[in-house]
C-alpha cells in the first residue's frame, strides 16, 4: 500500500468514530445467556469446529435468522451496532435539521445540505469576489453511516462508485459541519468509499476488488451490520435446523457461538474492526470481506503496532480498544481470560441509567464493594451514582474527531496512571521493530513475510520516519527473490526516486510500468508514472499511461490534469481541452483542472 491509499485510510480512520459510532460496547459478539460474567471462561476452551466457514456455506441475511431468533433480532437492531448504516428515508428526516448553509472561509467554499422532494441532498459550491457561482456540484445522499451515537456521515453514488459527501452531522451538537478530513481540503463528492473502511461500517456490502470506490449492483446485500458479522455464514445452519430433530439443534455446529470459543478467537471477531494498529496489511490473496468469525484474524489480516515507548506510550488510541483492554490489569491478572463479551453483551444496548447499573454489575462479578477505596457517601453524590466505568474507564474528547467521545478500555485506577511496564516488552526477537497485535496465542515470536513486513513499512514510513531505511533495505533484499510483486516494485521505484538523479527517474519509470503492468490498480502508481515521463519529456507514453489510468480509475482528479498537462506539453490545446472540460464536469471542486482548463483554452484561441 502507497502513501495515497494510506493517507486515505488515515482519513477512514479519523472517519470511523462518526460513521459507525460502532463502539466496544455495542461492538461484541455473543448471545449473553451464553456468555459466563467474569474473566473464567478457560482460555483454552475446547472451541466449536463451525463448518459456517465452510466454503460451500453463503449467507442467509439477517431476516432468515429472525425467522428463529426474533426477539434477539427485534433487540439488536435498535443498538448501534443493527443501526450503523441506513437509507435516507422520512422517519431519519424528521430527527435531524435538514436545512444547512455552511461557508468554509479557507477552503473558500459553501456547503448545504436540503430536502427537496423526500430527498436529502448536499451541495458543494464557490462564489467570486462578485458573488455569482463560479461552480456548484448537487448530489442526493443514498445512505447514511452510522447510528447517530456520535454522528453520521453520507455517502452517495455515482455510476457504478460510492463517495463521501463533504459534510457529517455531530450529535454532540446537533449540527452538520466539515466531514473529517475536509478540513484542509475539499475532495468534494470524489473521495471513494474504500473497502477497509466500509467492511466495518456495514452489514454485506459488495467492494469490487481493488476497484477503488467502485461497488456491484447492488452495493449492499445488507446495509447494516447483522447476526453473520459475528456469527459467520448461516445458510448451511438454517438448512440443518430445519431438517434436524429439536433434540439435535443443542449440538450443532454449523453456526459460530462467540462464546464457546477460546476467548482470544473471540477478541479477534471484536478486533478485526476495533483494533487498528499502526498499520494493516492483508494476506496475499485475501479482501477484508474473507475474514470469518471462529477463524484466526491472523490469517486474513496483520494488524501491527509501532513499539510503544516511555516517553510516547500511544500516539493515539482511537479504535484502539483490544489493545487498551490487554494492557489493563483485569486482563493481564485474568491470565487474559477476560475478554471482550464478558462485559459486553451485542444484542442489547443499554441506555441512560442503566448503562452505570449493567457495567457496575460486570465489575461487581469479579470485584466487591470493599474493593472501591473511595467511601460509599462520596460514591453515592457522583452523577450517576456508584459508576465504576465513569471512574476507571473515563471517556474523554478524540481528538482526531471533533464533537466525540471515547471510551478508556486500559481500566485504569486512577486517570493519571502510568501504563504497565508489559506495554514497553511486547516486541519478539523475530519481530523487534513491530508488535504483532493479532499474532495468534503460541505463535507471537513468529517472523512475518518478507512481504507483509515491506507493506507495513510502506504504511508506516511517512509518519514514522524510522521505518523508511527498513523499507528501502528491504526493498533491495526482494529484488532478486520477488522482482515481479507489486508492493516490491513500487518500492524500488522509491528507491530509485531517492537517489535524486535522472538515472533514477528513469529507472523509477520502468519499475511503475512493471507494477502497472502486473496489475496494479493504485491510483498513485499511474499518478507518479505519469508525471514522471512528462518530467522527462516522454509526453506520448506519459498520456497513453493515464489514458489507461482514467479507464481504471474513472475518478480519479490527478490523473485527468496530467493527461490535461501532457496534451498542452505536446501543444495538443484542444486535446486538453477537451480532457480538463471533461474533468471539469467531474471534478468541479478541483481548481487545478479549472487553471489548467483556464490555459488550455487560452491557447486554442492564440492559434
Known sequence: MNAREMSRLVGCRRVAVVLSAITLLGAVLAFLPFVPVGPCRARGAQATSPRSNDSSNDYAGSTVCAECHRAIYNVFYETDMGRSMSPVSPALLEKIPNSTHIVDAKLNRHFEVSVRGGDLYQDDYETGADEKEIFRDTRKVEWIIGSGANGFSAIIRRSDALFEAPLSFYSKTQHWALSPGYESYDYGFSRPILPACIACHSGRPRPIPDGNGRFLDPPFKELAIGCENCHGPGALHVRE????????????????????????????????????????????????????????????????????????????????????????????????RL???????????????????????????????KSCAVPFAIRQRKNPPDDCAGCHMPKRDVKEIPHSMLTNHRIVRESDEPYPDATFRLVTPKLPDLVHLDAIPGQKDTSLPPITLLQAYGQ???????????????????????????????????????????????????????????????????????????????????????????KIIPHDGELYRLLGAAYLSQKKSTEASNVLTHASRIFPENTAIRALLAEAQKAILQK
Open 241 to 336: 435446523m430445519k431438517q434436524s430433530s429439536p433434540g439435535a439443534r443443542d449440538s450443532n455446529h454449523s453456526i459460530v457461538n462467540p462464546a464457546k470459543l477460546p476467548s482470544w478467537l473471540a477478541d479477534n471477531i471484536c478486533a478485526s474492526c476495533h483494533q487498528t494498529g499502526d498499520a494493516r496489511v492483508l494476506k496475499p490473496g485475501k479482501n477484508f470481506q474473507d475474514f470469518r468469525p471462529g477463524s484466526a484474524l491472523d490469517d486474513t489480516l496483520a494488524i501491527l503496532m509501532v513499539p510503544p515507548r516511555r516517553d510516547a506510550p500511544l500516539r493515539s488510541d482511537l479504535l484502539e480498544h483490544y489493545f487498551s483492554m490487554t494492557l489493563s490489569k483485569c486482563y493481564r491478572e485474568s491470565n487474559s
Open 339 to 369: 475478554s471482550c463479551i464478558t462485559c459486553h453483551d451485542p444484542h442489547t444496548q443499554p441506555s441512560g441509567r442503566e448503562v452505570s447499573v449493567l457495567f457496575r454489575l460486570r465489575c461487581l462479578t469479579c470485584h466487591t464493594e
Open 460 to 550: 508506516l514510513m511517512n509518519t514514522h520516519p524510522e521505518y523508511l531505511e527498513r523499507y528501502t533495505a528491504l526493498a533491495e533484499k526482494l529484488r532478486a527473490s520477488t522482482p515481479e510483486d507489486i508492493s516490491v516494485l513500487e518500492a524500488l521505484a522509491y528507491v530509485a526516486l531517492a537517489r535524486k538523479s535522472s538515472d533514477g527517474e528513469v529507472e523509477a519509470i520502468d519499475y511503475l510500468d512493471r507494477a502497472i503492468n502486473q496489475g496494479s490498480t493504485s491510483p498513485a502508481d499511474f499518478e507518479l508514472c505519469g508525471s514522471l515521463l512528462i518530467r522527462t519529456g516522454r509526453l506520448p507514453e506519459a498520456a497513453d499511461a493515464l489514458q489507461r489510468g482514467i
